[in-house]
């Protein structure tokens, strides 16, 4: 499944505590939030119809990741992407194109993969080096509402690092309803960084970025990472490793289920089931 069509956007800081797991706090001590619990910003991963750039390679990948050359610190960084229609609407003055709504189409495992750059002057540029740098899941699950008792309320995100035959939790298992923002306030706040994010720190102006894409008609957005295991947090991908995130049905499954499942190779795409599983390549 390629997305090479639609606008790549992550959302920084949606789960508490990962930002300082992830070293990345530091970044957005500038960035001046409403209340305790939002996000810092959007990030860009992918832009569409440019021809420079390091925005300009795809980079999602459903089975594999290539390390940056000169990194060895990545981690996988577990989360559910959507899918959405962006919606514009048009200044019938100066003609000017502002983002008016998201629709949530989709949903599925998603890997931020990201390495730890203590001095990126851009969020960007810790997660886009390059092909195979990212990862959504080939099976997508079709979103009925985003709103209180969609079907995305019952799933929880579940992540796995698999070394020499061994198998470790990654990521917390945590419920997507576990998110800062989600629903219509997530969908509402996304819109305005959308449109008034500045090229200000570690973030950057979306609307411009928009317009260099020449307006996409469908967004990847993946929504925010989950908190890491002692684990997660200590140890990193090395070639050879493989990579797994599953957004599953906590109505179907328990947790237990689903490692029982990853470590025993049984996982696949099925009802109630979004899975992403990556090897990492040699360079």
């Known amino acids: 499944m390629v997305f090479n069509q639609c606008i790549g956007f992550g959302v920084a800081g949606n789960f508490a505590g990962h930002l300082e797991q992830a070293g990345e706090a530091a970044d957005f001590v500038t960035v001046a939030v409403k209340e305790v619990t939002q996000p810092k910003a959007i990030f860009p991963f992918y832009l569409p119809n440019i021809n420079s750039g390091l925005l300009a390679t795809y980079p999602l990948s459903s089975t594999n990741i290539t390390p940056p050359n000169d990194a060895d610190n990545l981690q996988i960084e577990p989360e559910v992407a959507l899918v959405c229609d962006v919606i514009y609407s048009t200044d ?6 502002t983002v008016s709504a998201l629709i949530p189409r989709q ?8 390495i730890r750059k203590p001095h990126a002057k851009k969020i960007s540029e ?9 990862g959504i899941s080939d099976h997508l699950i079709t979103i009925d509402h985003f709103s209180v008792g ?4 019952s799933y929880r995100i579940a992540s796995f690092h698999c070394r ?9 298992d945590s419920a997507v309803i576990g998110y800062s923002y989600f629903h219509n306030t997530l969908l509402d706040w996304i819109i305005e960084r959308m449109n008034h994010q500045q090229d200000v720190g570690s973030t950057e102006n979306i609307a411009e970025l928009l317009a260099q894409s020449q307006y996409p008609t469908q967004a990847v957005i993946s929504i925010g990472a989950t908190r890491y295991t002692p684990y997660g947090e200590t140890h990193f991908l090395q070639t050879g490793d493989t990579s797994i995130v599953v957004v599953y049905d906590g109505n179907r499954y328990n947790a237990e289920e689903i490692i029982q499942m990853a470590s025993t ?3 696949a795409n099925s009802e109630g089931l979004s899975v992403l599983i990556q090897q990492v390549a040699t360079l």
């Open 150 to 153: 969609g079907v995305l309320d």
């Open 126 to 134: 810790k997660k886009n080096w390059g092909a195979n740098s990212k």
């Open 92 to 97: 019938v003055n100066d003609g000017h194109q």
């Open 107 to 114: 949903f599925g495992a998603y890997n931020d993969c990201s």
């Open 164 to 172: 020499d035959g061994e198998i470790h939790r990654y990521g917390e």
């Open 265 to 267: 190779h049984d996982l």
